[in-house]
């Protein structure tokens, strides 16, 4: 047999620098690792509800019509989340997942040597879309676990082309608020573009919360960021979208892919938006599994970040990998602090309250070891 050289790929020394994404643990592959029957998934934000039936019964009218291509258009979802927000249908751009929308904004705006703010710790694919960009990523670190908006205005400059905001932030549940992203805004050059990843918006109950919408009916340069990934429950299905003026729409529909939103998240979507008794059965679940984690914390000494999300951003006082380890043991999967910057923090998903027993018994047990 003669034997091939395979000449050596190459890719570029950003492309090295990229780390693939690392998602919290699979239920399943839990389940096979530690031999467990029983898994409780607390690690990565998804409703314990599930979807609206609503969704569920959509999906399955359109399966038998998958051998067709989606409309890549979204005209149907479009038009029901344009008249959920009372907008314009030209002001939406669907994605894979706001994830998708992350990327096309780093696509489409960024130019090697071009500058991203964003706060540490933050969502993490910001700085993915800076680094495929060949572009460099200035992170400000959080002030009481929330962004420091006057500390990221101050490091704009002639570069900087893209600031990225979670809010609620990803992974300590924190706000800024209206009048804070306001003062941020009238401090940004025209060149510039406001992202705020409003994932968790569906969760906040502070009324200071931004009111997004007013700021791109005002015409500036913000775009925001939802998902019905999140209180939708639809975390599987890949769906989510943007809400701009249609100047900053246009620019990200030209490196869209062609059908980026498959034809059973569409008509899902459609369903799930009209089922607000859902969206608002999920809040009420998790409101008050919020008051019931925030007592149990008090209880045990810990303290937590306020949150205006689904999960709970605690300091358990030790080694958060180790609390992981033995809570993975007992079943109840989480996210450590540790890859975030913070390692005595646990990132837990606020769950059903029997999820939510389960997991403060299991935390109780590896405390008292
Ligand atoms: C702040 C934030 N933005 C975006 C996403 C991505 O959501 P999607 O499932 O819509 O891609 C997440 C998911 O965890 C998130 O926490």
């Given at each position: 047999m003669s034997v091939v050289s395979t000449p050596a790929l190459h890719v570029g020394e950003n492309i090295s620098r990229l780390i693939p994404y690392q998602p919290g643990k699979p239920i399943e592959e839990v389940k096979r690792e530690l031999g467990l029957t029983e898994?409780?998934?607390?690690?990565?934000?998804?409703?314990?509800?599930?979807?609206?039936?609503?969704?569920?019964?959509?999906?399955?009218?359109?399966?038998?019509?998958?051998?067709?291509?989606?409309?890549?258009?979204?005209?149907?979802l479009r038009q029901a989340v344009a008249s959920h927000l009372n907008l314009p249908e030209d002001h939406l751009i669907f994605g894979n997942g706001s994830d998708e929308?992350?990327?096309?904004?780093?696509?489409?705006?960024?130019?090697?040597?071009?500058?991203?703010?964003?706060?540490?710790?933050?969502?993490?694919?910001?700085?993915?879309?800076?680094?495929?960009?060949?572009?460099?990523?200035?992170?400000?670190?959080?002030?009481?676990w929330t962004h420091d908006l006057e500390a990221m205005a101050d490091q704009i400059t002639e570069r900087t082309r893209l600031i990225f905001i979670a809010n609620p932030n990803n992974p300590t549940g924190t706000i800024v608020t209206h009048r804070e992203v306001e003062?941020?805004?009238?401090?940004?050059?025209?060149?510039?573009?406001?992202?705020?990843?409003?994932?968790?918006?569906?969760?906040?109950?502070?009324?200071?919360?931004?009111?997004?919408?007013?700021?791109?009916?005002?015409?500036?340069?913000?775009?925001?960021?939802?998902?019905?990934?999140?209180?939708y429950g639809l975390a599987g299905l890949r769906l989510g979208y943007g809400i701009a003026r249609p100047e900053i729409v246009g620019h990200?529909?030209?490196?869209?892919?062609?059908?980026?939103?498959?034809?059973?998240?569409?008509?899902?979507?459609?369903?799930?938006?009209?089922?607000?008794?859902?969206?608002?059965?999920?809040?009420?679940?998790?409101?008050?599994?919020?008051?019931?984690?925030?007592?149990?914390?008090?209880?045990?000494?810990?303290?937590?970040?306020?949150?205006e999300g689904n999960f709970i951003w605690v300091d358990v006082g030790r080694n958060s990998r180790e609390v992981f380890n033995a809570l993975l043991k007992r079943g109840v999967i989480v996210r450590t602090g540790d890859i975030f910057g913070a390692p005595t923090h646990l990132r837990v998903t606020i769950g059903t309250q029997s999820q939510n027993e389960t997991f403060l018994n299991a935390l109780e047990e590896v405390l008292k070891q």
């Open positions: 898994v409780t998934k607390l690690a990565s934000n998804e409703n314990p509800l599930g979807p609206s039936p609503k969704a569920v019964q959509a999906m399955r009218d359109v399966a038998e019509k998958v051998y067709l291509y989606p409309d890549g258009a979204c005209y149907e929308i992350i990327h096309y904004l780093g696509v489409t705006y960024l130019q090697p040597g071009d500058e991203v703010i964003q706060a540490d710790p933050s969502f993490v694919r910001y700085e993915a879309a800076a680094i495929l960009n060949d572009a460099p990523c200035i992170k400000v670190p959080l002030k009481h003062t941020l805004l009238n401090r940004l050059p025209a060149r510039v573009l406001l992202a705020l990843d409003e994932a968790y918006f569906e969760y906040v109950e502070n009324p200071d919360y931004p009111r997004g919408v007013e700021f791109v009916q005002e015409g500036r340069n913000v775009i925001l960021l939802r998902t019905f990934s999140k209180a990200l529909d030209q490196v869209r892919e062609p059908f980026n939103v498959n034809l059973i998240a569409q008509a899902a979507g459609v369903a799930a938006i009209a089922d607000q008794e859902h969206v608002e059965r999920s809040r009420q679940v998790n409101a008050a599994g919020k008051r019931m984690l925030y007592g149990a914390f008090e209880a045990l000494g810990m303290e937590y970040a306020p949150t």
